[in-house]
């Protein structure tokens, strides 16, 4: 596949995802969460993908009262779930960061908070720092945007962390 008509499948996924997550948000007065992978490469359903998302669906229920799961599928850029919560977003936002860092594979999940009829309740509203880069000490968005990182290494170490998930 080309690399234009890919990048359109995943641009039409995210807007597709975020046209639901606009839409629930207009008849819900909860905490919504959005739960995907956040995987480097073009890959977005490598071995041990899809056992890391339910992995982190249990955490999020493990941790999070009263959650529904109110859609759920996998589109081209990985397995997704869009859920609610009577949770405050401030308080869901910091028990999905506990989440965050109870594995290093918990690294490649993306755990959007948004509260209700909101905006998205990020690190930056909790004063915390920005999400590390997979490689370095440097935050992920620099390293991105400067493409600091031969995509190679991501992906070794995209494998690395998704190993103990492989079936």
Known sequence: MSYAKLRAELLAAREAREEL???TAQHTAQTLLQLG?????TDKSPPGATELFRWALQQLESQIP???????GEDPLGPWALLSTPL????SKQR?????????AARLL???VYAPQGPAIGRRE????????LLCDQAAVDCIRLKNHPSTELKVRTDELL?????
Not at 163 to 167: C, D, I, M, W, Y
Request: with cysteine.
């Open 21 to 23: 997550r606009l839409n």
């Open 37 to 41: 992978l956040n995987l480097p490469g």
């Open 66 to 72: 009263f959650l529904d799961i109110l859609a759920q």
């Open 88 to 91: 405050e977003a401030s308080a």
């Open 96 to 104: 999905t960061l506990k989440i965050e860092t109870r594995n290093a």
């Open 110 to 112: 993306d755990i959007d």
């Open 126 to 133: 909790l004063e915390l720092p920005a999400r590390g880069c």
């Open 163 to 167: 190993a103990p998930f492989r079936a």
